[in-house]
């Protein structure tokens, strides 16, 4: 196998679920949804730490298999840590070709939280 692949941890996208509380007011639910396998890459460039320290959120680089369309606004938890990532680019832009040997596609996110 390769590194990447072997790097990948469970993972789900994360649904937004609206519904009535007892009081007839809207509650939005955040509940887990499909689960999937990603590799996750930290960028820690020069360029992301100096982003950082102006308030700019800590950026990845997630790769999954090519059947797995992540796009923006979708969230998604890593299951090992619990942490949140909301997608910022387009799933459909960045895959390796079906000729290739990796059947890989990637997109960058950036950490979320639940709103509380």
């Known amino acids: ?61 997630i790769m999954t298999k090519r059947s797995v369309v992540l796009q923006f606004p979708q969230v998604i938890v890593r299951e090992s840590d619990g942490k949140y990532f909301q997608i910022m680019s387009d799933g459909k832009d960045n895959k390796t070709p079906k000729i290739a040997g990796l059947d890989l596609r990637a997109v960058e996110a950036e950490e979320w939280e639940l709103p509380k």
């Open 1 to 61: 196998m390769s590194l990447v692949y072997d790097s990948m941890e469970d993972s789900y996208i994360i649904d937004k679920v609206t519904r009535l509380d007892d009081y007839g007011s809207v509650v939005t639910d955040y509940v887990k949804g499909a689960p999937f396998q990603a590799s996750y890459s930290f960028d820690d460039s020069t360029t992301a730490r100096i982003a950082a320290q102006e308030g700019v959120k800590t950026r990845y680089t």
